[in-house]
């Protein structure tokens, strides 16, 4: 403690070609990533891509198959989740249903025989810091969905373990509830200073919490990159697809004028990056519009390649249309075909492509 505030001091954690098998099935395949202390790293991706199975082995809940794992510069592959020096939030919050707010937060204290005078002491901050001071006499079936939640982050933060791990804390709660504590959450992070590793499918709480997103695809890194370099430089096609709402729009190279020789190459332009113009290097045929209050989504297609394009109201547009669609060059994406990785050296040479 700091000044009589919690202040945790975060440590590192790296992986290195981290692998997890069962059987047949690899869950995890050679994963290396770097997590600075006192940052917050989400665990992207989809349903089975390996990333409640990577926090896991990081907690030493989970076997490690092949690799190291390290934690403040030290191998702690073999080592049990007790020797590990971090907390866990699951999914469940897993509380004590016959036990108080205030039992539920020390109890791991109490098992850890912590003197009654230290208890007390860090279960006040705790609960001045969280505002559970005026509910810590109640049980969890009194509290609602979001109080919950706080109790469970009051137990993992009150030992002042140097990292906090979370599986999908939020996914059972509604929408508002979630915007709420993702932005409690983070500022909680950063307040104490503590290393926080968070699992989620959904790439709203990732690019809005996290320092850094491990984007995973089928148990391998597919990126690890900061929010904004993420969306403003995906890797690959499926980085490209799976950050943004609506996702970005892949091409083949012939569904634009004047590239119909380029066919090794997927070209990627985002909704929102695309406008109307008089001659544009797309002329497509609109299928459908969604009117969005502030803007339209019209869903589009060109050369067999279906897309959306998000539109201003003031110029509307109807199914059936044909229209022609642009973009500044500095909104265009490559990826080779054959590799699906990123080619920026190519982004000059098809934008002036496009605009002669």
């Given at each position: 403690?700091?000044?009589?505030?919690?202040?945790?001091?975060?440590?590192?954690?790296?992986?290195?070609?981290?692998?997890?098998?069962?059987?047949?099935?690899?869950?995890?395949?050679?994963?290396?990533?770097?997590?600075?202390?006192?940052?917050?790293?989400?665990?992207?991706?989809?349903?089975?891509?390996?990333?409640?199975?990577?926090?896991?082995?990081?907690?030493?809940?989970?076997?490690?198959?092949?690799?190291?794992?390290?934690?403040?510069g030290?191998?702690?592959?073999?080592?049990?989740?007790?020797?590990?020096?971090?907390?866990?939030?699951?999914?469940?919050?897993?509380?004590?249903?016959?036990?108080?707010?205030?039992?539920?937060?020390?109890?791991?204290?109490?098992?850890?025989?912590?003197?009654?005078t230290?208890?007390?002491?860090?279960?006040?901050?705790?609960?001045?810091?969280?505002?559970?001071?005026?509910?810590?006499?109640?049980?969890?079936?009194q509290?609602s969905?979001?109080?919950?939640?706080?109790?469970?982050?009051?137990?993992a933060?009150?030992?002042?373990?140097?990292?906090?791990?979370?599986?999908?804390?939020?996914?059972?709660?509604?929408?508002?509830?979630?915007?709420?504590?993702?932005?409690?959450?983070?500022?909680?992070?950063?307040?104490?200073?503590?290393?926080?590793?968070?699992?989620?499918?959904?790439?709203?709480?990732?690019?809005?919490?996290?320092?850094?997103?491990?984007?995973?695809?089928?148990g391998r890194?597919?990126?690890?990159?900061?929010?904004?370099?993420?969306?403003?430089?995906?890797?690959?096609?499926?980085?490209?697809?799976?950050?943004?709402?609506?996702?970005?729009?892949?091409?083949?190279?012939?569904?634009?004028?004047?590239?119909?020789?380029?066919?090794?190459?997927?070209?990627?332009?985002?909704?929102?990056?695309?406008?109307?113009?008089?001659?544009?290097?797309?002329?497509?045929?609109?299928?459908?519009?969604?009117?969005?209050?502030?803007?339209?989504?019209a869903?589009?297609?060109?050369?067999d390649?279906?897309?959306?394009?998000?539109?201003?109201?003031?110029?509307?547009?109807?199914?059936?249309?044909?229209?022609?669609?642009?973009?500044?060059?500095?909104?265009?994406?490559?990826?080779?075909?054959?590799?699906?990785?990123?080619?920026?050296?190519?982004?000059?040479?098809?934008?002036?492509?496009?605009?002669?």
């Amino acid at each position: 403690m700091v000044n009589g505030q919690l202040s945790i001091s975060g440590k590192p954690i790296g992986l290195e070609n981290v692998s997890r098998v069962w059987g047949e099935t690899i869950a995890v395949d050679a994963l290396s990533i770097e997590i600075p202390a006192g940052s917050f790293t989400a665990l992207l991706g989809p349903s089975g891509c390996g990333k409640s199975t990577t926090l896991r082995m990081i907690a030493g809940l989970e076997s490690v198959s092949g690799g190291q794992i390290l934690i403040g510069g030290n191998d702690v592959t073999g080592r049990p989740s007790s020797k590990r020096d971090l907390s866990m939030v699951f999914q469940s919050y897993a509380l004590f249903p016959h036990l108080s707010v205030a039992e539920n937060i020390v109890f791991g204290l109490k098992v850890r025989r912590m003197n009654r005078t230290e208890r007390d002491s860090r279960l006040k901050k705790v609960a001045d810091l969280l505002g559970l001071s005026q509910l810590l006499e109640r049980k969890p079936g009194q509290l609602s969905g979001g109080q919950q939640q706080r109790v469970a982050l009051g137990r993992a933060i009150i030992g002042e373990k140097p990292i906090c791990l979370m599986d999908e804390p939020l996914s059972n709660l509604d929408a508002k509830l979630r915007h709420e504590m993702r932005l409690e959450i983070r500022s909680l992070q950063q307040q104490l200073g503590f290393t926080m590793v968070y699992v989620t499918h959904d790439q709203v709480e990732a690019i809005t919490m996290a320092d850094q997103v491990v984007l995973m695809n089928n148990g391998r890194l597919e990126q690890a990159a900061a929010p904004r370099e993420l969306y403003e430089k995906p890797a690959s096609p499926f980085a490209a697809r799976f950050i943004g709402t609506p996702p970005m729009n892949l091409f083949p190279a012939n569904a634009f004028k004047k590239l119909c020789t380029a066919p090794d190459f997927q070209l990627g332009v985002r909704p929102e990056a695309m406008h109307l113009q008089d001659s544009g290097p797309v002329s497509a045929s609109v299928r459908a519009v969604e009117y969005l209050g502030a803007d339209i989504l019209a869903d589009c297609v060109v050369a067999d390649t279906s897309f959306q394009v998000r539109l201003p109201t003031t110029r509307p547009v109807a199914p059936g249309e044909a229209i022609e669609l642009g973009f500044e060059p500095d909104a265009l994406h490559v990826f080779d075909a054959d590799t699906g990785r990123r080619r920026d050296d190519l982004v000059s040479e098809f934008g002036t492509l496009l605009r002669s």
